[in-house]
């Protein structure tokens, strides 16, 4: 069975769909190269709010008929903004296939933004910031973005502030959109028990009659980085730090294996290095977690955890410590043996998530051209040597380099 199929629209859309022959349920999208990295100081925020507003109405449905339509046959209907892009999908039967990618389309192309729905949503998004901001662990990682990227656009809250959100108006939504929607950008995507042929007909069906939008505003790339240490107090009981840096692109070969690195130091697994030191060694975390997250020009990694405040610098010895542990001391043959099968094991279980799988061809297209085979992800995995991860680690871990946020009580 092919990994997927593909065929372009003459409006530029590109159609990408997986046939999975073992399942009922239909999982299908629009992913669009566009995110919160696209606004500028004065509008930061409105791509998450477009989002939210796609549900509100649009030049044949209220929102309650968006809401119902798919609902009402069982599916889920939803949507996520991130820095660089923005997602409508839906799951369904196979037998509602049609329908999800109506309206799909009719939200994501002919939302009008009432003007009595954008002040009922603008009070939900303030909520929603509330909610962030009262949990420091939550807090501080939308923090850290901007002590690691300080002023420029991928530094923003994906939420915008407070005055920003009190500021939108329909004009603002229909601007931003204008500037920014090229359909050479945008993708459908679409995983399911349906013959590719079906799916193209019924994207030619509601998609072709489009026009070609083509806008083409350029990223403003991310060039200089400053470690900086910084320390806030909060009205909080436990203290809350992040540590890390900005990171390699995604189009960079350092990518697969510093995502190596960063889940021996800190990933899923109860085995990670960090875990090991921090919690099962001296119970001094909940948890604690090394993320690495990679734009199409940079990358952001980061450590979180949270602790008593009276161990607090204890437990950022013991991070630095096992970060020079991974700079001076190479993995060993099981070590390098192990973290390889543990990544391809993980790699091989999110891949079994028919929705996850359909968002991850969509960005793939967008942001490299390409969706690389699990097989062809292994075989990267599996030529990695443990020189290449320590040298990654010297150029990655350098004290000097790590940028710090703590909160702590007041």
């Given at each position: 069975m092919m990994e997927y199929e593909i065929h372009t629209l003459p409006n530029g859309?590109?159609?990408?769909?997986?046939?999975?022959?073992?399942?009922?349920?239909?999982?299908?999208?629009?992913?669009?190269?566009?995110?919160?990295?696209?606004?500028?100081?004065?509008?930061?925020?409105?791509?998450?709010?477009?989002?939210?507003?796609?549900?509100?109405?649009?030049?044949?449905r209220k929102a309650f008929h968006i809401l119902n339509r798919i609902?009402?046959?069982?599916?889920?209907?939803?949507?996520?903004?991130?820095?660089?892009?923005?997602?409508f999908y839906a799951s369904t039967l196979d037998t509602y296939f049609e329908k999800a990618i109506e309206l799909l389309t009719d939200i994501t192309f002919d939302s009008i933004f009432p003007e009595k729905q954008i002040e009922k949503e603008r009070n939900v998004i303030l909520e929603e910031m509330s909610?962030?901001?009262?949990?420091?662990?939550?807090?501080?990682?939308?923090?850290?973005?901007?002590?690691v990227f300080a002023n420029h656009p991928l530094g923003m809250?994906?939420?915008?502030?407070?005055?920003?959100?009190?500021?939108?108006?329909?004009?603002?939504?229909?601007?931003?959109?204008?500037?920014h929607i090229n359909t050479e950008k945008?993708?459908?995507?679409?995983?399911?028990?349906?013959?590719?042929?079906?799916?193209?007909?019924?994207?030619?069906?509601?998609?072709?009659?489009?026009?070609?939008?083509?806008?083409?505003?350029?990223?403003?790339?991310?060039?200089?980085?400053?470690?900086t240490v910084k320390g806030v107090e909060r009205n909080i009981t436990q203290a809350h730090c992040a540590i890390g840096r900005d990171a390699y692109p995604i189009s960079s070969d350092k990518r697969l294996p510093f995502f190596m690195l960063s889940n021996i130091l800190g990933g899923p697994g109860m085995n990670s290095r960090l875990n090991l030191a921090l919690r099962e060694k001296y119970g001094f975390v909940y948890s604690i977690d090394a993320t690495y997250q990679s734009y199409s020009d940079t990358g952001l990694f980061g450590i979180f955890f949270g602790t008593e405040?009276?161990?607090?610098?204890?437990?950022?010895?013991?991070?630095?410590?096992?970060?020079?542990?991974?700079?001076?001391?190479?993995?060993?043959?099981?070590?390098?043996?192990?973290?390889?099968?543990?990544?391809?094991?993980?790699?091989?279980?999110?891949?079994?998530?028919?929705?996850?799988?359909?968002?991850?061809?969509?960005?793939?297209?967008?942001?490299?051209?390409?969706?690389?085979s699990i097989d062809e992800i292994f075989n990267k995995i599996k030529s990695v040597t443990a020189k290449e991860l320590q040298d990654l680690a010297n150029e990655m871990f350098a004290k000097d380099q790590m940028s710090q946020l703590t909160y702590t009580p007041n």
């Open positions: 859309i590109r159609v990408l769909h997986k046939e999975v022959t073992t399942t009922k349920v239909s999982h299908c999208g629009f992913m669009l190269d566009i995110g919160s990295r696209d606004e500028n100081e004065q509008n930061q925020g409105i791509a998450h709010f477009w989002e939210h507003m796609a549900f509100k109405g649009t030049t044949k609902d009402s046959v069982g599916g889920e209907l939803n949507a996520y903004t991130t820095k660089e892009k923005i997602a909610m962030y901001y009262d949990a420091p662990d939550d807090a501080i990682q939308d923090e850290f973005d901007q002590v809250n994906i939420l915008g502030t407070a005055d920003s959100v009190r500021s939108f108006h329909r004009d603002d939504f229909k601007k931003f959109i204008k500037e945008l993708v459908f995507c679409s995983v399911g028990n349906i013959p590719f042929k079906k799916v193209v007909k019924l994207a030619e069906k509601y998609l072709k009659d489009l026009p070609a939008y083509n806008a083409n505003k350029i990223r403003n790339p991310f060039e200089k980085y400053v470690p405040p009276g161990q607090l610098q204890r437990s950022i010895k013991l991070v630095n410590k096992e970060l020079e542990r991974l700079r001076e001391v190479p993995l060993g043959t099981l070590q390098l043996h192990t973290a390889k099968e543990q990544l391809m094991g993980q790699l091989a279980m999110a891949e079994e998530n028919n929705a996850s799988f359909m968002l991850m061809m969509g960005k793939s297209i967008l942001d490299l051209e390409r969706i690389d």
